[in-house]
């Protein structure tokens, strides 16, 4: 798997992160072959993170990811799924290594600024539900 997708969360575009965050992870080696700007509804929001319906946090979640516009990427790279998660860094911003994304931006676990899908969890259903291959450009 060479793609996967990253969402630059509501809080981080709010505080104006998105060039930040993108130039640390382009540094990293990622290339984005799509990228758009979107407010997600409640609906889409719950439908997104489907796979944490009943979770204590899933209505926080939901209402989390639809407060705001969001950045969605999707990035290429070798290895991407788990070279992003390396990069972002773990769900906890305190926990998540020196210099990752959420260790330098992140403010609580919710408020962890991205999304970086997960490699056991279907990466591609994340990148088909915001983008057609009409949207993807390789060059
Ligand atoms: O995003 P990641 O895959 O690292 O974590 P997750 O366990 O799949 O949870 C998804 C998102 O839910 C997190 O990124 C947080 O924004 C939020 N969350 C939360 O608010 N409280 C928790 N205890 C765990 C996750
Ligand atoms: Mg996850």
Redesign the pocket.
Known sequence: MNRTLLIIKPDATKRNLAGAILKQIIDEGFTIVGMKMLWLNKEQGGEF?KI?KGKD?YD??VN?ISSGPIVVCCLKSPNAPKKLREVVG??DPKKAAQGTVRNLYGTS????VV??A?PDEDPQREISFFFTEKELFEY
């Open positions: 993170y944490h946090f926080w979640l989390f773990a769900t676990v919710g408020e962890n999304h970086a997960a």
